[in-house]
């Protein structure tokens, strides 16, 4: 693995089901970050962590939840997926403080029916 | 509240011409705005960034001006090539550890016409 990878690629899940989008990187950035993108509304950040064992929340928490069990992994679960949820996830990673390049994957497309 | 957003949602420019993306922000406590570019069906790639304290940033073809009496930033992309067609986003954050927020702008996508 060389810089950070998301799984899946694309889903489609169905109403009220649970589900985990993955994301990993081998760079050990402290911060890690998920954002979602939709037409004409940008990047919005869901969750973030600052490093390993720390999370927060961003503009669109809601519906999401995140750990940072270790430096190198940060998953995002959707309790319970609503439509609304469709959209296209991105995970990314920094070193953090004054560094501000942040890393991103390639992104995971959810479509939930 | 605190915000990061963009004056136009779309950008035509003739190739070899110069471009000129624009954002507008709210939240003052930031300690660096951020320009990133995003290509079709890819993730967003780190262009250039300015520190608070600073008024002018230059990189190669680009140019970042922070106004922080307007609160205006801006991307200056000199003699446009077709690989510079993306959409570009404007982002904050702190600079403090403990405090890794990172908060992107809706978006400007920019055309490059041969």
């Known amino acids: 693995i060389a810089g950070i990878t998301q799984a899946p690629t694309s889903q489609i899940l169905a109403a009220g089901r649970r589900m985990t989008l993955r994301c990993t990187q081998d760079m050990r950035h402290n911060a890690m970050y998920w954002y979602r993108q939709d037409l004409g509304l940008g990047l919005r950040l869901i969750h973030y962590?600052?490093?390993?064992?720390?999370?927060g929340k961003g503009e669109v928490p809601d519906g999401y939840s995140v750990s940072r069990a270790n430096t190198d992994d940060f998953p995002l679960t959707l309790a319970s997926a609503v439509p609304s949820q469709t959209s296209v996830y991105f995970c990314?990673?920094?070193?953090?403080?004054?560094?501000?390049?942040?890393?991103f994957g390639q992104g995971t497309r959810l479509t939930v029916v | 509240g605190e915000s990061v957003g963009l004056h136009l949602p779309t950008l035509s420019v003739q190739e070899g011409d110069n471009s000129i993306i624009n954002c507008a922000y709210s939240?003052?406590?930031?300690?660096?705005f951020i320009w990133y570019k995003q290509e079709s069906g890819k993730g967003p790639q780190f262009i250039i960034d300015?520190?608070?304290?600073?008024d002018k940033r230059q990189g190669q073809r680009v140019t970042v001006l922070l106004n922080k009496t307007v609160k205006h930033l801006s991307l200056q992309i000199a003699a446009t090539q077709p690989g510079d067609s993306a959409v570009y986003f404007c982002a904050e954050k702190k600079s403090n550890f403990g405090n890794e927020k990172l908060t992107f702008g809706t978006g400007t996508r920019l055309t490059i016409i041969p």
């Open positions: 990314a990673s920094s070193p953090g403080t004054a560094n501000t390049e942040a890393f």
């Open positions: 939240n003052s406590a930031s300690d660096y």
């Open positions: 962590s600052n490093t390993a064992g720390t999370t």
């Open positions: 300015i520190r608070s304290n600073m």
